[in-house]
C-alpha cells in the first residue's frame, strides 16, 4: 500500500476526519461524495458541501455596519453586521444553490438579493417566502417539503418556532415563520439545520425522526427588549441536544455578528467546558472555520 492510499484510507474510515483551513477539498470524484464539509461563514450564513454538492445557508452577505441594528431590540445601537465576512464577497457566493431558513435580514439581506446569482436554485420554506424572492429577479424558487430531492440528496423540512409562546403571542407577526432543514442521503450522514427557533417539540420531533449525525444549531441567545428569554436558543440548548443525541457531532453558531445576540463564543466554548461536555463532539467555529467529516 502506497503513502497516497494509507491517507485516503485513513480519512475515508475516520469518524472525524480532519479539520481543514477554508477552501480545502479532494480532487478525487469518490472522496467528494463522501466527504460532508460544513463551514461557517458569518451569523446564521453557512456552507454546506453535501454528496459533492455546495449549500449556501441563510446568505447575509453586507459589510460590517451596512444596516441599523435592529430596533427594539437589545443593544440596537449596534449597526449590522457586527463583523466583516471571513471571505471575499466572490467566494462566498460559490455554491450550487441556496437555502433561505426565513427571509429575516440577518438570513436574507439586500447584497443577497442583488448579486446572488438570479438562476441559481433557491430553496425556501413556503410560498409566501418563495413569491417574495422570485420578485427580487430569482428564476428557479423552490418551496421544501419534507421529501424534496436536489442533486440526490434529500431535503427535508422541519418545523421551528422564533420564540416561546409568550414571546410569540407578543411579537409572532414580527418575528414570523421558521424553518430548519435535513440532509439525507444513503451512505452519507444526516445533517440537521435547527434554524431561528427556540427548543420546543419541533426540535425534539426532528431528532427523534431523523436521528442525526450532525446537528447545527443557532446559539446566539438573540433578544427582544421587554421579553423574557430569547427567540433563537443558547447554551443550555446545545446542552440539551449533546444530552439527546449522544452520538451526534453538535455545532453552535449564530453569534457575535448582529446587535442583539447575547452570547458569545467564549462563553460558550467555558460552559461547554464547565458541564463537562465532550469537545470532540461540541463544536463552536470561528468565522471562516471548516470541518470536514
Same mark, same amino acid.
Given at each position: ?48 458541501? !453535501? =454528496?459533492? /454538492?455546495?449549500?449556501?445557508? %441563510? ?7 451596512? !444596516? ?5 431590540? @437589545? ?54 417566502? =418563495? ?35 409568550? /414571546? ?7 418575528? $414570523? ?9 444513503? $451512505?452519507?450522514?444526516?445533517? @440537521?439545520?435547527?434554524?431561528? /427557533? ?11 425522526? !431523523?436521528?442525526? %449525525?450532525?446537528i447545527i444549531l443557532n446559539t446566539g441567545y438573540a433578544r427582544i427588549q421587554g421579553l423574557k428569554g430569547s427567540i433563537i436558543m443558547g447554551k443550555e440548548d446545545l446542552l440539551r441536544a449533546h444530552q439527546a443525541a449522544p452520538k451526534a457531532m453538535v455545532i453552535g453558531?449564530?453569534?457575535? =455578528? ?17 458541564? $463537562?461536555?465532550? =469537545? ?10 471548516? !470541518?470536514r467529516f
Open positions: 500500500m502506497n503513502l497516497t492510499h494509507l491517507l485516503r484510507t485513513v480519512l475515508a474510515t475516520s469518524s472525524v476526519a480532519f479539520l481543514v483551513a477554508c477552501g480545502t477539498s479532494s480532487t478525487s470524484p469518490s472522496a467528494a461524495q463522501q466527504t460532508l464539509g460544513i463551514q461557517q461563514i458569518r451569523n446564521a450564513t453557512l456552507k454546506v458541501e !453535501y =454528496a459533492g /454538492t455546495t449549500f449556501l445557508i %441563510d446568505p447575509m452577505l453586507a459589510k460590517k455596519g451596512a !444596516y441599523p441594528g435592529f430596533e427594539g431590540t @437589545y443593544n440596537s445601537h449596534l449597526r449590522n453586521p457586527l463583523v466583516d465576512l471571513p471571505l471575499p464577497l466572490e467566494e462566498v457566493m460559490k455554491a450550487d444553490a441556496i437555502i433561505v431558513t426565513h427571509t429575516h435580514l440577518d438570513h436574507w439581506d439586500e447584497v443577497a438579493r442583488q448579486r446572488l446569482p438570479k438562476g441559481m436554485p433557491i430553496f425556501v420554506q413556503d410560498e409566501k417566502d =418563495a413569491i417574495s424572492i422570485r420578485q427580487d429577479g430569482f428564476t428557479d424558487v423552490r418551496v421544501l417539503t419534507e421529501s424534496t430531492v436536489f442533486n440526490g440528496t434529500r431535503l427535508s423540512k422541519t418545523g421551528g418556532q422564533h420564540g416561546d409562546d409568550k /414571546t410569540m403571542a407578543v411579537a409572532g407577526e414580527l418575528l $414570523g415563520s421558521v424553518a430548519g432543514v435535513v440532509f439525507q442521503r444513503p $451512505g452519507h450522514k444526516t445533517v @440537521y439545520v435547527a434554524g431561528d /427557533t427556540v427548543w420546543n417539540r419541533h426540535v425534539e420531533d426532528a431528532l427523534q425522526q !431523523y436521528k442525526p %449525525d450532525v453558531t449564530h453569534m457575535e =455578528a448582529v446587535n442583539h445576540g447575547m452570547q458569545t463564543r467564549k462563553e460558550l466554548r467555558d460552559f461547554i467546558a464547565e458541564k $463537562g461536555m465532550d =469537545a470532540q463532539r461540541v463544536r463552536v467555529p470561528a468565522d471562516g472555520e471548516v !470541518y
